[in-house]
């Protein structure tokens, strides 16, 4: 049967056809498996380009009626296939004479499947729903709808209830027995029981009583609702409805689905009662997709944005770490809403006309919270500035300089402060620039070199400064600061002498090519955004740090060279083809070593390093690169723990404690390297690997305006983890620094073994590590947490 | 004509008391055994004398069948086993096993030591009968003699609850009892195949109503107890001890969960505490959600809901507390409902239908003053609410579970007459299916379609699948089997020809039928030959016509023209006795073509 698969193509017409009549037979078998293969041929020849006939549409309808799950499937495919190819075919209906178009046909019979037998069907169905984009929009207003009745009565649902109470201005009524009583009687000839079309498919689908298919249709509900606003107006009940789902993916679904929708539709007063009821779930998910979903959506009076600010107040007092998406979830509702925050902005300050109200704790996060929504709506109603007291503008200046991202730039007339900033912004590139240029101009190397000293202080300062041309500030001060450090250790000719081995020089200089080595690895794996040329230059000096590794391994110790020659080697036959391949031109160094080496024959180490050594003792420091502005450098902030904390956590000694970390990382390219690094007082340090889950991607919803480009989405993440701690008994409750790290042992497995400094006992989690290992790369500040293991209890 | 009989002794037109006698194929069924609750008399129990006047029922009754375990469908049981004599086997599934004599026994508790009744079934009749019944898993086929098979399908509605299908024969009924086709928090819902039977036998409590979302309802009662709490008030919420109780406990142990609530909730035990433990075995008839949460914990075992000492009514502070009975009348809900009643802050919610003349069927009607029957009166300042929670299917659901299954007739018990009028005729309007409603006591016949079923020989059915299979199907095709019809005792079988000429010690005689036709055409016999030739080949085309020695064969069927020269000639038509239809088609052929 499959083979019927293979003659299609580039067929001549004729015979396709006939081929396809004869597979068309056989959907007529006996035997369902081979009804379904039939059905399922046609498919197959589909998707290969052949286009399928419209004619096969009613048989391949009678087919949805059949006994098999297997043949329903593939018949229910092959019906959505012909509504998305032929949707304007015109097909009569059975019974009456009315022609409608193919795709509503197909939606409707789509429609239909939902209330199959088999909960795959159903699933399937509910899939499809949502693509068929092209349905009219008299179809899809059926679905979600479904007549109620209570004896032969005309009942309204509460979603019409709740609609009219609100449109009659008289709400919380209170409701008593009767409430829903069932008005006008129902002429028992109109109402038709079986729903004939699309009617109420979605009501069911997700009334459905397996999460998958629940979860389908509110997928469906949500890529429809985009296509068509009136229908998303439509579908916004039903989506609040499936908050209250029991199953907890479901939920985030919903509210999910609802984000991706709220910016068609105007949230009503009781929905957004609704949603904020959710606010209170325990589960975190829940409580930040309802953030995000908040600070997307439009409220539609002043009523309901008081409601929500004060539910994510209560929320905050609840949920005291759900601080930092309060606060950005606040920020949007006050940039969205800044009419409707104009007139509750002396509430919500508690401003008073005549008296001097005490001032607020600007520590209190939920105060903050209230001074984030009003400033960001201040930023685009400029009347609401002249309502601030003097208080509120002191504090302005002061979470503007501690929360820029969350707090806007405000115009506030004859202050201090107005936008020096941003005169900043159009200097810092030009200053970097220039910097550089210095550099290169420089007329000899000692003056250069002081040039470079400066200048990597500069870059420093520059980064911190700027966060536009941060991560480009970063990276060449680095870039600059390797070059220094190299040019000391070849200056200092120590390195090459066998007699410094066990000195107190020989440490030095092992420790500095350590750090040299780190240096690159941080150049090579730290940024983001590097332009090939960026690149290049990192990989040459790299050669180069290893270059002078090797020699100072060869000449001045005893250990075996062997596997860091041969890294070397590759490392330059790497690096050379990567020049070639982007087309630039080598360094002079690197250019010296790609001829020697290409002369070398012998590939052992002393060869290697004797014609190494000359090379290094006449190379320069390569000039930096062009400041690349998009380079961006992965950091991490770890939110909590917050370090503050004086309690100490006590544990059973030997047995494990969890420590919740929330961190945001930004720019980190590859999160397989990323470890929790834990280290004890008594030096011991464990990477742990987080689990891949505990890794969410961040929306985009934190960018700070324009700065962020779209491709950031899939380099910042936030973890969200809990890190386990166990030691042994300690007498006195001790410090632990948690840090981010990124271990780059795999990745330059080479490198780490020809070190020869490094104990590596393996790369799983939780392995110790020696302190000074060049692979693992820091990535943000450790944070203390006050731990005491105490002793195990005995003879309870 | 087969015929189907159908007799309900109770639950015809009414609801209460389920007890439906089923005949056919010669074997008397009997659906559900249940008891009215609004009768006292002897009028609760269905009337059994209707199958034997006096005397044991056992000869009259082939099984028992009970779908679930609420009274109006087994209430009845022990009655009928022990004081009327029935010990023929009963069926039900597990559940409904365990927990059906619960329930039994305290009925006649209230029956009997409350009401001071005598004459009424003891506690050892219900351990009794329960020997009897045998337990049937879903989708098991049990049979129960040699002709009579049932198998249990999910029901919904509560645990336990099943719906059955029942064979003798060639014929099949499926009886629903209650069922539900929407999903509540701890059950599934209702699901059946399509196995097509001769009768389908629905409830149809709610016949004339459509219902709204769940969701709705649930988020509404949730939210009321929420607000409620958070003000500080007591929630009461009178419920029965089985299936609401168990559904609105995991809706509030699952939003307790969600919402890390620490306010106590409490429910009042006895009974319940029993029936929680059979919850908490049978997690297999619950729905998606618990089952995936059982590889953690049983979704059973509250965490937040802990059972009741009535010490607590006094306490401070908000709780929510389920006690029974559902409608206020007697019992620990009444109690605490005097207590609490005239604080504003406190709430009560009737989660089902209360009878007209209990407490709860007045306050829901607002009554702000109720005084008891010792002259005390208590202030109704609380605030109340209703939910309906029920579990029955409605009439969508009705016409989902008919689709669903595609029987070739339909019959609605369980339900109020004029309702169900309106929900027979839309079956017959939009099914085309016949649709009956008989009353109690009337009996009520539908005939089946008479299908005799045949022994075919294997041999016999390979070749013509070989042959059917070789070429592409198409529905027109006839498939034409030929054989011999052998009658053996009381079997039929189909034989190939020669078979039961072996199996009979017959030689095979072959019949022939000749017949000679005269026609004028000059010319050589020949030439005639051809002629016809061509006549039969461009009539007969999808057969397998050809010319040898100056006679043409079609199959079995010889045409031979005799003659020399001369105008007449003689043609020959001779063809076998099974190739009857096709030689006396050729002859016809012959015989007009001149015309």
């Not at chain 1, 709400?171 to 109109?190: F, I, T, Y």
């Not at chain 1, 249709?217 to 609040?240: H, I, Y």
């Not at chain 1, 201040?378 to 929360?403: G, I, N, W």
Request: glycine share 6%.
């Amino acid at each position: 049967m499959i083979g019927g698969l293979l003659p299609v193509g580039g067929n001549s017409e004729s015979s396709a056809q006939a081929m396809m009549r004869h597979v068309g037979d056989y959907t007529r078998s006996e035997e369902a498996r081979v009804r379904s293969a039939a059905f399922r041929t046609m498919l197959t020849v589909h998707e290969r380009g052949s286009k399928l006939d419209s004619s096969v549409y009613s048989e391949v309808c009678l087919a949805l009626k059949d006994d098999y799950e297997v043949v329903r499937e593939v018949a229910l495919k092959l019906v959505w296939v012909l509504g998305q190819t032929y949707p304007e075919n015109m097909i009569t209906v059975a019974e009456s004479e009315e022609e409608i178009r193919l795709v509503d046909d197909a939606f409707g019979k789509v429609c239909l499947m939902i209330n199959d037998l088999s909960m795959r069907v159903r699933t399937l169905a509910a899939q499809f729903l949502g693509t068929m984009s092209l349905v009219s929009p008299k179809f899809l207003q059926q679905t979600l709808d479904k007549k109620l009745m209570s004896n032969m009565r005309k009942k309204c649902s509460a979603h019409e209830r709740a609609w009219e109470s609100v449109t009659s201005g008289e709400w919380a009524s209170g409701k008593k027995w009767a409430d829903d009583a069932p008005r006008e009687l129902v002429d028992a000839e109109s109402v038709s029981l079986m729903s004939s079309g699309s009617c109420g498919a979605f009501v069911h689908g997700l009334e459905d009583e397996y999460q998958e298919v629940r979860n389908a249709s509110v997928d469906s509900l949500c890529s429809l609702s985009l296509n068509n606003l009136q229908f998303a107006q439509l579908s916004l009940d039903f989506l609040v409805d499936m908050f209250n789902d029991e199953i907890e993916d479901v939920r985030l679904k919903a509210i999910d689905s609802l984000t991706k929708i709220s910016k068609y539709t105007v949230l009503r007063e009781d929905q957004l009662e609704t949603i904020l009821g959710a606010l209170k779930d325990f589960s975190i998910d829940v409580r930040e997709g309802l953030h995000k979903m908040l600070s997307a959506c439009r409220l539609s009076s002043k009523g309901c944005l008081q409601m929500c600010v004060e539910c994510l107040l209560d929320n905050l007092k609840k949920y005291p770490m759900d601080r930092r998406s309060t606060w950005r979830c606040l920020q949007k509702i006050g940039q969205a809403h800044p009419e409707l925050t104009l007139p509750l902005v002396p509430e919500l300050l508690a401003i008073h006309p005549f008296f001097d109200t005490p001032e607020p704790d600007v520590e209190d996060p939920a105060y903050i919270c209230i001074l984030i929504l009003v400033f960001n709506a201040a930023q685009h109603c400029p009347t609401m500035l002249h309502l601030f007291e003097e208080h509120t503008l002191k504090h302005y200046s002061y979470l503007r300089d501690t929360m820029p991202n969350l707090v806007p730039a405000l115009k506030l007339d004859g202050s201090r402060r107005s936008a020096e900033l941003v005169s900043v912004e159009t200097g810092t590139a030009q200053f970097f620039d220039s910097l550089l240029a210095h550099i290169e101009a420089a007329p000899n190397p000692r003056i250069q070199e002081e040039l470079l000293e400066a200048a990597q202080r500069d870059l420093t300062r520059l980064a911190t400064i700027d966060s536009a041309v941060a991560g480009a500030a970063q990276f060449s001060a680095l870039y600059i600061g390797s070059q220094l450090l190299m040019v000391k250790l070849l200056s200092n000719r120590l390195w090459a002498n066998p007699s410094t081995l066990a000195t107190q020089q020989g440490n030095i200089i092992r420790n500095s090519i350590t750090q040299l080595l780190q240096h690159c690895l941080k150049l090579q794996h730290l940024f983001v955004g590097l332009k090939e040329e960026d690149l290049a230059a990192v990989k040459q000096f790299k050669l180069k740090a290893l270059a002078l590794q090797l020699v100072y391994i060869v000449r001045a110790s005893n250990s075996s060279a062997l596997a860091l020659c041969e890294h070397f080697l590759e490392q330059i036959e790497d690096t050379q083809r990567y020049l070639i391949e982007q087309g630039l031109q080598p360094e002079a160094f690197t250019a010296s070593v790609f001829k020697e080496m290409g002369q070398l024959e012998d590939t052992k180490p002393g060869p290697v390093a004797r014609s190494l050594l000359p090379l290094l003792q006449v190379s320069s420091p390569a000039p930096p690169p062009r400041p690349n502005i998009a380079v961006r450098m992965s950091t991490a902030v770890i939110t909590e723990p917050t370090g503050e904390v004086d309690a100490a956590l006590k544990f059973t000694a030997g047995l494990v404690i969890g420590v919740l970390l929330d961190a945001e990382l930004c720019n980190v390219r590859n999160t397989a390297t990323l470890r929790v690094k834990v280290k004890y007082p008594d030096q011991q340090t464990q990477l742990i690997v987080p689990k891949c889950s505990d890794l969410r991607p961040m929306l985009l919803s934190d960018s700070e305006g324009n700065s962020v480009t779209s491709d950031t989405s899939d380099t910042n993440f936030r973890l969200l983890t809990t890190v386990l701690v166990s030691h042994q008994v300690w007498t006195e409750a001790c410090t632990i620094d948690i840090s981010l790290a990124l271990d780059l042992t795999d990745v330059e497995s080479g490198l780490g073994l020809g070190t020869g400094l490094t104990n590596r006992k393996g790369t799983v989690a939780g392995v110790s590590k020696a302190v000074g290992d060049p692979c693992v790369i820091d990535l943000c500040k450790p944070v203390k947490v006050f731990v005491s293991p105490k002793p195990v209890k005995r003879g309870i | 004509m087969p015929e189907i009989k159908i007799t309900p002794l109770g639950a015809g037109q009414d609801v209460g008391r389920s007890c439906i006698l089923l005949s056919m194929g010669g074997k008397n069924i009997m659906l559900d055994c249940g008891m009215h609750m609004g009768f006292n008399d002897e009028r609760r129990f269905p009337d059994f004398t209707y199958i034997a006047p006096d005397g044991p029922l056992t000869s009259y009754i082939d099984c028992v069948i009970i779908s679930h375990f609420h009274l109006d469908h087994c209430g009845a049981l022990p009655y009928f086993t022990e004081m009327v004599g029935y010990t023929g086997p009963i069926y039900m599934t597990h559940p409904t096993k365990a927990i059906a004599p619960i329930l039994l026994e305290d009925m006649r508790k209230v029956a009997v030591e409350r009401k001071g009744e005598s004459n009424f079934f003891t506690s050892q009749n219900i351990k009794d009968c329960m020997k009897k019944v045998v337990a049937v898993t879903l989708h098991q086929s049990v049979m129960v003699d040699g002709h009579l098979e049932i198998k249990a399908y999910y029901a919904g509605h509560v645990l336990g609850a099943a719906m059955f299908w029942i064979r003798v024969g060639s014929q099949s009924v499926v009886y629903t009892g209650d069922y539900n086709m929407t999903p509540d928090r701890h059950l599934g819902a209702a699901w059946i195949d399509k196995c097509r039977p001769d009768l389908l036998i629905s409830e149809s409590t709610y016949a004339t109503t459509i219902r709204d979302s769940k969701r709705c309802r649930e988020r509404d009662f949730l939210k009321k107890i929420h607000e409620c709490v958070d003000r500080g008030g007591k929630v009461l919420i009178p419920v029965f001890a089985l299936g609401r109780a168990q559904e609105l406990c995991i809706l509030l142990e699952t939003y307790w969960e969600r919402m890390n609530l620490k306010v106590p909730v409490y429910f009042a035990v006895g009974l319940t505490e029993k029936a929680n433990n059979y919850y908490k075995m049978f997690i297999t008839w619950t729905n998606q959600k618990i089952r995936k949460t059982f590889v953690q914990r049983n979704m059973f075992d509250f965490k937040h809901i802990k059972p009741f000492d009535k010490a607590y009514i006094d306490n401070p502070g908000a709780m929510v507390v389920f006690a029974t009975p559902g409608m206020l009348h007697a019992g620990l809900s009444l109690q605490i409902f005097k207590k609490w009643a005239p604080n504003e802050n406190n709430m009560v919610i009737m989660p089902g239908f209360c009878v007209v003349g209990t407490v709860g069927h007045k306050v829901l009607n607002g009554a702000k003053k109720i005084e008891f029957e010792n002259r005390q009166t208590v202030e109704v300042k609380m605030s109340v609410q209703y939910m309906s929670f029920s579990a029955h299917a409605d009439a969508k659901g009705i016409m989902q579970l008919i689709q669903y299954c595609q029987p070739k007739n339909v019959m609605l018990v369980h339900g109020e007459a004029a309702k169900m009028e309106f929900l027979k005729e839309k079956i017959k309007k939009e099914f085309d299916l016949e649709c009956y409603m008989p009353a109690n006591g009337e009996t009520c016949v539908v005939s089946t379609s008479m299908t005799i079923p045949l022994d075919v020989s294997l041999k016999l059915l390979k070749t013509e699948a070989q042959k059917h299979n070789s070429l592409p199907p198409d529905p027109k095709r006839p498939r034409v089997m030929h054989g011999v019809l052998v009658m053996k005792d009381s079997s039929m079988c189909l034989m190939d020809v020669d078979d039961a000429c072996k199996e009979a010690g017959i030689n095979r005689h072959l019949v022939r039928f000749t017949s000679t036709l005269r026609m004028e055409d000059p010319g050589p016999a020949s030439k005639t030959a051809e002629k016809l030739l061509h006549l039969i080949k461009t009539r007969l085309k999808d057969w397998h016509v050809q010319l040898t020695e100056g006679s043409i064969s079609v199959e079995s069927v010889l045409v031979k023209v005799e003659g020399s020269e001369e105008e007449q000639k003689n043609v020959y038509v001779s063809w076998d006795n099974q190739d009857e239809e096709l030689g006396s088609y050729i002859l016809g052929l012959l015989k007009t073509m001149g015309h």
